[in-house]
């Protein structure tokens, strides 16, 4: 069975109430494609009114980051039962930007996969090398103990999504060459299968890192990429359209 694609648009902190409800109302107006789904992720205070833009359309809404407790004395955390009331479906972990900036360790993303499942959220999991440990030539290794390390329990297979986003690509117009994007979904599967075994081959692993409407016909024609998470230009409804096109 073919695995389905998805294009995932992360706003990362970025837009205000008027400019999100203008690119949601954007995006939702895009002709919707069959076997590719279409999920946009604004900031947490801007859910209910892209939540609200979307309605109807076959778009998809997701958040940024989840707690991995449902509900307790955790300042400033959203818990993903919250975003499920929201009207969530997806919410990203472990994107670098929480790795790095709020020291998530594959140990806490993993525990965050589980409390997105257990609220009925799709997880998308991101994994990703940095320039120095690519350069070491250690990105294989790295993203395949990210992943190992990032996916715990009785996860579920069947609803969860993994990103491989390289962090020195990230917003830096920089992409890794095909070859080598191929070679980590190569590895990322084998990750999966070992994990999961045969259910392993269903889970969408997206390409994520520069993806725009440029180059990303080339991207998706990658052996192994399901889809994309885009960043920058899923702040752009041309360009984001532009890539659902390509998927
Ligand atoms: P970018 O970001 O598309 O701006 O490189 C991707 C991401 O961080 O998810």
Redo the contacts with the bound molecule.
Sequence with gaps: MARSRLI?G?W?MNGSRESARALATAIAGVPARSGVMVVVCPPFALLDVVAAALRGSAVALGAQDCHTAAQGAFTGDVAAPLLAECGCGYV?VG???RRQYHGETDAAVAAKALAAQAAGLIPIL?VGETLAERDAGRAETVVAAQIAGSLAGALDPARLVL?Y?PVW?????RVPAPADIAAIHQTARHSLTTRFAAAGDDVPVLY?????GGNAAELLAIAGVDGA??????LDAGEFAAIIAAA
């Excluded at 690509?169 to 117009?173: F, K, L, N």
């Excluded at 994520?208 to 725009?212: A, D, N, T």
Aim: glycine letters at 24%; aromatic letters at 0%; charged letters at 15%.
């Design positions: 995932a992360n990362k990203i994107h670098s930007e991101c990103a986003e690509a990230i917003g830096t117009g994520g890192g520069s993806v725009k998470l885009v960043g920058g230009a899923a």
